[in-house]
Structure formats: structure tokens, C-alpha cells
């Protein structure tokens, strides 16, 4: 007899196991299937192992800095099997966690591919295993966009990095995205001789100007080689490692060479034509504010839709369906002001608008605006500096938009997110009393508008 279930959730990622375990929670019979390991990119090749390198690099610098506070810190060794080893250890056990939860949930866990063979049918592959379901939702996420180069294949990406048997000696990282800038910091911190491509002039394009510049100006004070205009054209295996051709006619030696030049949605092959999907260019998956495609049974969260590619999102969206669909309680996730923050060192905080986005929504803005070096960096010796930057309506002295780069503004942030869902007034803000000595104060003692310099003769307005 044919197997059925109410519902089908293609992927084990963060987006899927939420949906997917909420709705067996509601009473729906709930199958899952994934592919490589329970847990998806966060868990086991994303936000999880990332944080972990991101502490381990923050120690470079911690050692440097706590000299300053009278401590011998001389011949600091860092090993990187030992990380690796302790990484792999935590996310066995998370793994194992989100395993058992679909588990004593009811959810039925299939560990291989699952493909669509009809608005209403999984095949499961290599099993070839067929499925009829009454809804089935695609949460595959998504997977390293390739460029096509001419020796592509002796690099890396996030998939690999985590696994690297031996810490690089010269890193060559492409991008300057989220991965590119977080991954040069992390190596930088570790001590590997890093340099980034980035085929335009500043990284983290579509955040912020101020935080752009400050965050590309922080990549270059930890040392990291920024090649800025520059694609690459060809990779070649040299008997010393790797030979990096750019097109501008630099050729750069190293030992690794990490593409991080965006992701793209994991539908390839996933039989989205034969269950009648729409998709975007690039592969998305349409959908409507409630997951939903163009096919009433077919439904997808997470970054398979490209709209918020961070796992919050993918969250909030697989429990908004499982709500929606089998908790008798129909809602869409608000994707407005999501925050969300970039891992480098100093850290990126950001939610809301950037001074542009504002500018060009509302017309008239009022910015304020902080640069300085904290406290702390005053007896460590560090040249490290952090950043702060309201956006905020004018009209209304609503605060539309916040962005830091602080050692603690992803912690910062989350709170931030708050008042500016809540549409707080920056008179509001001000009301609340600093907390001292922290940098987080600057948040509520900006009190000076910025005012842009006057513009030389025949400057661009
Ligand atoms: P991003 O979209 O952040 O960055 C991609 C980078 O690659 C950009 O700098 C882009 O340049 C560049 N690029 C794209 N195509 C090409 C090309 N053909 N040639 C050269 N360069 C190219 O993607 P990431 O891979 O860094 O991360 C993927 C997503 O994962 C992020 O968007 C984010 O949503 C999520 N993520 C979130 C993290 C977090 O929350 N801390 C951490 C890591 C990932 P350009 O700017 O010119 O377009």
C-alpha cells in the first residue's frame, strides 16, 4: 500500500524541522527528508561552526590587547585539529538534539534525497520510494553559487572550510559578502596571511555606506589584503600550492583559495517542473506572503524563497505555515526590520534602513553618527574603532533605522530591533538613561545631528 502523510517537508534545515515538528505537534502526520545531515547549514556548516571560528580567531587579538592590561601572553600557540575536533563534537550533539526532537515528535525521518513527482507525490532517492502527502513544503535552502572559472574546482567554499584538515598558510577569500568578510577575519584572527577579492570598491554591499567603509577599513587594520576591483580568472595548481589569477593581471601564491560569491536556492533537480512550480530566475521558489506556490499544496520557507537569506527568517516562516496550516491560526511573518548582524571583528549590528534606503522612502532624515575608539582600546593599544549610526525620520523623529559595529553590536542589535519595530521616537530613546562606562551609551547620548560638510566647488551633490 501507498505510503501517505498531511505532510512532506523536503529539507532538515532550520526552516524545516520548525515547520515540520510544529505541525506533528498540531496532529498532522509529519514526514521529513534530508539529504546530508539533520540540521541544515546553520547547524552543521553555517551560523553554528562559524561562531565557534569566530571565537577561536578573537583570542589572536585577545592576546595582542591583554598586554596592554599587564598580561604575558608570549608564545601563544593556536591548534587548529583541536578546534576542529571540538567544533565537530558540538555539532554531533546539536544534530543529534534536532534528531531527537522531530523524533519524540512524531515526525518520520527519511536520511536521503526526496525529489517532487507531482503536486501531491515525493520520490525518494535512491530508495525510490514513493509518497503521496497532502501538502509538501520545500525547505532545501540553499547551496555556494559557482562562477565557472577556469580551475574552480581547487577551491573551496563554506561547505569545505569547516573540514580543512590543516589551517591554511595564505588564504584568498572572493567576495564581500556576509561569508567573504566574516571568513577574512576569522583567518586574519587566526593568523593566516589573508587577502579578499572583491569585485567592487566596498565591502557588504546594501548595508549602510558608513558601516561599509568602516567595516572594509577594519578588515584592512586586522590585516587583512583587500584587492579591491578585481575578478578572478583562472586558479592554477603550482608546485607550491595554488596560483590566483586575477583579471586585473595580478597573479597572487597561496595555499587555499574560498569562494564566497553568494548562494543560490537548492532547487536543482528537485522536480519543481513535473509538480508545476513557478520559480524565479536564479531558481527561487514563488511564493506568497504564506509560503504558498502557485500550486495550492506546495509551500516553501527559508532561503529556497531568496527573500531573507538568514535563519531566523526560515524559522519564523516554517512556523508561520505549521500555524497557519495545521494550527488553525493563519499569519504571515512580517519581514520587515529584521536585524541581523556580520561576524567580523569588530562585529556589524544592523537593522532597518540605511541612510540611502531612508533618504529615498522618506525624503527628509535626520542622521546621527559616532566614530570613536572605546574605552578598552585606550589601554590595549589597539587601533580597532567602533561605530554608531541613527537614522531617523524626521517628520516624525521616528527611528527607522540603527547600525553599529561594536565588539558586542550583534548583542546590541537584538535589543535595538526592538524599539525600532516598536517605532520608537528618538525622543523616546533619549529618555532612557545611559548605562556607564559601556559603548552601548553613545546609543542614547547622540545628540548632535549630522551636518555633511559643505561641498567644494563643482562637487557632486
Ligand atoms: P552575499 O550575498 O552576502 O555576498 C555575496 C558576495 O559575492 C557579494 O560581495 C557579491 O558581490 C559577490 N558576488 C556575487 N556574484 C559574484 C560574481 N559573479 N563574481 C564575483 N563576485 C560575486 O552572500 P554570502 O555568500 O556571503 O552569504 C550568503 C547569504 O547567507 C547571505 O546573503 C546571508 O543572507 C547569509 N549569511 C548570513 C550570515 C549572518 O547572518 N551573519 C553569515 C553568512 C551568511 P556584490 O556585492 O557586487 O553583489
Redesign the pocket.
Known amino acids: 500500500m501507498q505510503e501517505h502523510v498531511d505532510l512532506f517537508v523536503i529539507g532538515a534545515g532550520s526552516g524545516g524541522v520548525r515547520a515540520a515538528r510544529m505541525s506533528a505537534q498540531y496532529g498532522a502526520k509529519v514526514a521529513i527528508a534530508e539529504e546530508y545531515r539533520i540540521g541544515g547549514t546553520c547547524v552543521i556548516r ?2 553554528v561552526p ?1 561562531k565557534f571560528m569566530v571565537y577561536a580567531s578573537a583570542y589572536g587579538q585577545g592576546f595582542e590587547e591583554a598586554k596592554g592590561y599587564g598580561w604575558q601572553a608570549d608564545n601563544v600557540r593556536f591548534d587548529w585539529k583541536a578546534l576542529i575536533a571540538a567544533k565537530d563534537m558540538e555539532i554531533d550533539r546539536l544534530s543529534g538534539i534536532y534528531r531527537r526532537n522531530l523524533g519524540n515528535a512524531g515526525v518520520e525521518m527519511f536520511e536521503e534525497r526526496a525529489e517532487l513527482a507531482g503536486p501531491d507525490t515525493v520520490r525518494l532517492v535512491p530508495s525510490g520510494r514513493i509518497i503521496k502527502c497532502d501538502k509538501i513544503l520545500i525547505a532545501t535552502g ?1 547551496t ?2 559557482a ?1 565557472g572559472f577556469a580551475g574552480e574546482e581547487h577551491t573551496i567554499t563554506s561547505n569545505e572550510v569547516f573540514h580543512l584538515p590543516e589551517i591554511p598558510n595564505h588564504i584568498v577569500i ?7 568578510c ?1 571568513f577574512a577575519s576569522i583567518f586574519a584572527g587566526l593568523g593566516v596571511k589573508t587577502c579578499l577579492i ?3 570598491d566596498l ?1 557588504l ?1 546594501g548595508f549602510d555606506d558608513d558601516v561599509r567603509t568602516h567595516a572594509h577599513n577594519e578588515l584592512i587594520r586586522q590585516g587583512v589584503q583587500v584587492i579591491t576591483h578585481a ?1 578572478i580568472d583562472a586558479v592554477k595548481k603550482t608546485d607550491a600550492g595554488l596560483a590566483v589569477h586575477l583579471d586585473t593581471g595580478v597573479i597572487l601564491d597561496c595555499d587555499q583559495v574560498m569562494m ?4 543560490v536556492p537548492a532547487t536543482d533537480g528537485l522536480g519543481l517542473d513535473a509538480a508545476g512550480v513557478n520559480t524565479a530566475r536564479g531558481g527561487a521558489v514563488m511564493v506568497d506572503d504564506f509560503g504558498q506556490t502557485n500550486v495550492p499544496s506546495v509551500f516553501a520557507v527559508g532561503d529556497v524563497t531568496d527573500r ?3 535563519t531566523p527568517v526560515a524559522i519564523r516562516e516554517g512556523a508561520a505555515f505549521a500555524d497557519s496550516e495545521f494550527g488553525g491560526r493563519r499569519h504571515s511573518f512580517d519581514h520587515k526590520d529584521v536585524a ?4 567580523t571583528q569588530p562585529p556589524v549590528g544592523s537593522v532597518g534602513l540605511s541612510e540611502h534606503e531612508a533618504r529615498e522612502k522618506y525624503g527628509q532624515i535626520d542622521i546621527y553618527k559616532s566614530s570613536f575608539r572605546p574605552m578598552r582600546h585606550t589601554v590595549s593599544g589597539s587601533a580597532e574603532k567602533y561605530m554608531m549610526k541613527l537614522v531617523v525620520r524626521t517628520e516624525d523623529q521616528v527611528m527607522v533605522g540603527v547600525h553599529l559595529i561594536t565588539d558586542a553590536a550583534p548583542e546590541i542589535i537584538q535589543v535595538a530591533a526592538i524599539a525600532v519595530k516598536a517605532g520608537l521616537t528618538k525622543a523616546e530613546w533619549d529618555e532612557t538613561c545611559a548605562v556607564h562606562p559601556t559603548a552601548a551609551e553613545e546609543l542614547v547620548l547622540m545628540r548632535e545631528k549630522f551636518v555633511p560638510p559643505p561641498l567644494e566647488d563643482g562637487e557632486a551633490v
Open positions: 553555517g551560523c562559524k540553499g555556494p553559487r562562477l572572493n567576495g564581500g559578502g556576509y561569508i567573504a566574516e572583491y569585485r567592487r565591502v554591499r575578478n564566497a560569491t553568494g548562494r531573507i537569506s538568514l541581523s548582524a556580520v561576524f
